[in-house]
């Protein structure tokens, strides 16, 4: 069996996990192109918008952490509005808290038209409040 290796590290070395810079391409995800980049709040805006309309699971790029269960629990379900009130908040929320940029989210609202329903909540960001609106 072989012999652990004690190595000392002096504390005064070891300096703390820093916030990952939020600089990023900017995205049109309406029509699929990168048009610049972006920093700050408006690419929080952008990643909050970008988690919510990636399912979850079906995108290999990404872990199992990454996205939503919209697609599935509501849009494949045809879920009804009283459904579609009561769990959206709660996948947005799981959707969001793997960034650490996103501090909380709150003040949901529901317009439901068609086969459409257009979400607005307000984001507390690192950044400052950003507030979202995103048809789904």
Do not use: W
Not at 3 to 16: C, D, G, H, M, N
Not at 46 to 65: E, N, S
Not at 103 to 123: C, K
């Amino acid at each position: 069996m072989a012999e652990s290796v004690y190595i000392p590290l002096p504390i005064a070395t070891v300096e703390e996990a820093k916030e990952r810079p939020s600089l990023t391409y900017k995205l049109d995800l309406d029509k699929g192109r990168i048009v610049g980049r972006v920093d700050g709040q408006e690419a929080v805006r952008q990643a909050i918008r970008k988690a919510i309309i990636t399912p979850r699971f079906k995108c290999l790029i990404y872990d199992h952490q990454y996205g939503s269960e919209i697609e599935e629990a509501i849009i494949q379900k045809d879920a009804t509005q009283e459904y579609t009130r009561a769990v959206l908040p709660g996948f947005i929320r799981d959707a969001l808290k793997p960034d650490t940029r996103v501090l909380d989210v709150s003040n949901f609202e529901f317009d439901f038209s068609g086969d459409e329903v257009v979400i607005t909540f307000d984001a507390d960001t690192i950044f400052g409040p950003v507030r979202i609106e995103e048809a789904i």
